[in-house]
């Protein structure tokens, strides 16, 4: 499996991308397929100021829920809401669907991130 390099991964499997000032956060093709058939994107609050770790919203499948983790400090500017009854786009398309979009605090902490290689090598570990 390769992954995009326009972007970077965090250990609890989201995808940033840089889109002018803010960045596009999704999950990645290995978090969804884990999950399963999704049903319910959401709880992500427009506004929001997030340290890195907390909670940014939640997905659900007909499997598990599991949080959306905020990958670095930042502001929650917007939210996908097509994914409010579209949840399946994140199943077909989860490297080109975002969730949600950022204002990080410190645009370097983005950059600390993992690359394309760091991730899955962090996947292949288990």
């Given at each position: 499996?390769?992954?995009?390099?326009?972007?970077?991964?965090?250990?609890?499997?989201e995808w940033v991308k840089v889109q002018g000032d803010v960045y596009l956060v999704g999950i990645?093709?290995?978090?969804?397929?884990?999950?399963?058939?999704?049903?319910?994107?959401?709880?992500?609050?427009?506004?929001?100021?997030?340290?890195?770790?907390?909670?940014?919203?939640?997905?659900?499948?007909?499997?598990?829920?599991?949080?959306?983790?905020?990958?670095?400090?930042?502001?929650?500017?917007?939210?996908?809401?097509?994914?409010?009854?579209?949840?399946?786009?994140?199943?077909?398309?989860?490297?080109?669907?975002?969730?949600?979009?950022?204002?990080?605090?410190?645009?370097?902490?983005?950059?600390?991130?993992?690359?394309?290689?760091?991730?899955?090598?962090?996947?292949?570990?288990?």
């Amino acid at each position: 499996m390769t992954l995009p390099n326009d972007r970077k991964y965090s250990p609890s499997h989201e995808w940033v991308k840089v889109q002018g000032d803010v960045y596009l956060v999704g999950i990645t093709d290995n978090a969804q397929e884990q999950l399963g058939d999704l049903v319910y994107v959401g709880d992500v609050k427009v506004g929001a100021v997030l340290a890195a770790g907390d909670t940014a919203g939640v997905v659900e499948s007909v499997k598990a829920a599991s949080d959306l983790i905020a990958p670095v400090d930042c502001e929650v500017v917007e939210f996908n809401e097509v994914l409010e009854s579209q949840p399946e786009l994140l199943n077909e398309a989860p490297m080109d669907t975002w969730i949600y979009k950022i204002r990080a605090k410190n645009p370097g902490d983005v950059d600390e991130l993992l690359d394309g290689e760091g991730y899955l090598a962090l996947v292949d570990a288990g």
